[in-house]
C-alpha cells in the first residue's frame, strides 16, 4: 500500500490488526504526517518501507504495538529481508536510504517491539523531541548518523538496543530545563562515534541522564561522552573495547556494579 504525501487529519486512525501482515511504503521524496490531533496505532505484522528523503513525522499520538517475534519494522524500500519485496527494490539497503521518525512533542506516544533499520540520513533513525514518551524493545540499527536523538525531554528507554551507526548510538541535548532521560537495559554496540554523547549547552536546572544496567561496547570513539554541562549516572553498565575511553566529562553519579575492560 503506498502513502504518498499523506497528512492524518483529526481523528484516531489504526494499522493492522492481530495476524495480519502487510507492508506500507512511501518512496521519493513522499512523507507520512501525523497532524497534533491525531492518534495513530500500529500493530505487529506491519511493515514500513522508506525510499530516499521519505520521513515520518509525528506531531500528534503514535503508539506502535509489535510483540516479540512479530515486530513492526521501519526499513529501507532495498530491505527485502522483511516485508514485501518491492519493484522499487534494488535488494541491497545501506544506512541513510530514508530520513528518518520524528516524535514531536506528545507523551502519550509509545513504541514497544519495534525495528528500525537504515535510515537516518538526515538528524537521526528515531528523533525524540521535547517528549516524555516510553520505549520498549526496540532495535535502531545501520543508521547514517545517529541511531537516537533525544532533543530535549525526559523520555525512558527500556530494553532496547541501538548498534551500527555511522556517528552516535544516541545523541541527547538539552537547552534549558529539568529534562532527565533514563535508559534502563539498553546495549550500545558498534557505533562509529560515541555510544552516548549528551550535551547539555547552557541548560541550567536539574538536568541530567540515567544510563542503567546497560552495555556501552566496540564504539569508535567514547562510550560515554559528556560535553558542556552534561551529567550522566551510571550503574551496573558494562564498558567494553571502545575507542578511546569508556566515560569522559562530567558525571553526576558513577554508581556501583560497572565493568570496565579493554
Known amino acids: 500500500i503506498g502513502l504518498r504525501g499523506e497528512v492524518l487529519p483529526g481523528g484516531d486512525y ?3 490488526e492481530e495476524g495480519e501482515i502487510r ?3 512511501l518512496v521519493g521524496s513522499d512523507d507520512l504526517t501525523i497532524s497534533t490531533d491525531s ?3 500500529i500493530y505487529s505484522g506491519i511493515v514500513f518501507k522508506l525510499g530516499k528523503w521519505s520521513s515520518i513525522t509525528v506531531n500528534g499520538v503514535l503508539r506502535v504495538l509489535g510483540l516479540e517475534g512479530s515486530e513492526v519494522v521501519f526499513t529501507s524500500v532495498n530491505d527485502d529481508d522483511y516485508g514485501e519485496v518491492l519493484a522499487e527494490s534494488t535488494g541491497s539497503p545501506s544506512s541513510g536510504d530514508w530520513d528518518y521518525i520524528k516524535l514531536d512533542g506528545s507523551d502519550d506516544s509509545l513504541l514497544e517491539d519495534v525495528i528500525i533499520r537504515y535510515g537516518g540520513d538526515n538528524t537521526a533513525s528515531l528523533w525524540i523531541r521535547n517528549s516524555d514518551m516510553t520505549l520498549e524493545r526496540v532495535l535502531v540499527e545501520h543508521s547514517r548518523l545517529r541511531g537516537i536523538y533525544v532533543d530535549r525531554g525526559s523520555p525512558v528507554i527500556r530494553m532496547s538496543e541501538v548498534r551500527d551507526s555511522g556517528g552516535d548510538g544516541v545523541y541527547v541535548y538539552s537547552y534549558y530545563g529539568d529534562a532527565h532521560p533514563v535508559f534502563e537495559g539498553v546495549k550500545l554496540l558498534s557505533n562509529g562515534e560515541d555510544g552516548l554523547e549528551v550535551n547539555a549547552n547552557g541548560s541550567m536546572g536539574g538536568f541530567y541522564v540515567e544510563f542503567l544496567d546497560g552495555e556501552v561496547s566496540f564504539n569508535g570513539r567514547d562510550g560515554i561522552f559528556c560535553s558542556k554541562n ?8 558494562r564498558f ?3 575507542g578511546r575511553y569508556p566515560l569522559v566529562g562530567v558525571l553526576s553519579g558513577l554508581g556501583e556494579g560497572n565493568e570496565f575492560i579493554g
Open 39 to 41: 492518534h495513530l496505532t
Open 14 to 16: 489504526s494499522l493492522g
Open 230 to 237: 552534561g551529567r550522566v549516572k551510571v550503574s551496573g553498565v
Open 240 to 242: 567494553y573495547d571502545n
Open 23 to 25: 507492508t506500507y511504503f
